[in-house]
């Protein structure tokens, strides 16, 4: 957790500075407490992390995206938070460049991925997926599926708030809400060509200024 907690509680900080404290009125906010309990989140690291947003230490921390080609063609989306961007990206950069990649120019990987609104609940006994699936249409849905109990709601990124409240109005309870970005042509790779990928992955997200890596693995 101690890796993962900073992340959370940044994510925090960063939509109750945009949106306001108030969870009620900010959807963003809401999601990222949704994601911090989800991840046994203290309630009292969760607190700390709103008030932080009126911080002066917050006054610099921006969002910021980084594209790249990994090992074996491997591309990379990473979104950060940061309020030194020269350390950031120097701590992204050296990895990548050891692992035999290059950082790309901003822009240069949009078009392999779809930005996705990706919903998640744990079915309970007696919900009727096609009810649930057609109540959601009108919201921006578009795909349900079900996995082992858990099941994955899909829209378009611009449907987050329409698509997390209409699933709060039908008494669902979601257990993790993100963006996502997902390879609209994932690649397959050896599984010893994904162990190099993946160890890259981990030296990349072990960053604390690192919140997300996306790639077009299959």
């Known amino acids: 957790m101690s890796k993962v907690f900073p992340k959370l509680s940044r994510t925090i900080t960063m939509a109750a500075k945009e949106g ?92 392999l991925f779809d930005r996705k609104t990706v919903l998640q609940f744990e079915k309970k006994e007696g919900q009727e997926l096609d009810e649930i699936e057609l109540e959601l249409i009108d919201h921006g849905l578009e795909e349900l599926e079900e996995n082992d109990g858990i099941v994955f709601v899909y829209g378009d990124f611009t449907n987050f708030g329409s698509l997390s409240q209409a699933c709060e109005q039908l008494g669902i309870e979601l257990t993790k809400a993100s963006l996502q970005r997902i390879p609209n042509n994932p690649q397959e790779f050896s599984d010893e060509r994904l162990d190099e990928i993946e160890a890259l992955i981990d030296k990349l997200e072990d960053n604390e200024d690192v919140q997300a890596v996306f790639t077009n693995i299959a």
């Not at 990222?32 to 989800?38: D, P, Y």
């Not at 980084?66 to 950031?88: C, Q, S, W």
């Open 20 to 111: 306001g404290s108030d969870p009620d009125s900010n959807s963003k906010l809401r999601t990222a407490i949704l994601n911090a309990k989800a991840e046994n989140m203290p309630k009292d690291n969760i607190e700390t992390a709103i008030k932080r947003a009126s911080g002066k230490d917050m006054a610099d921390i921006s969002e910021v995206f980084y594209e790249a080609k990994g090992p074996h063609g491997v591309m990379l989306f990473i979104e950060t938070a940061t309020d030194n961007t020269n350390r950031t990206v120097t701590n992204i950069r050296t990895p990548i460049n050891k692992a035999g990649g290059e950082m790309l120019n901003s822009g240069s990987l949009q078009f």
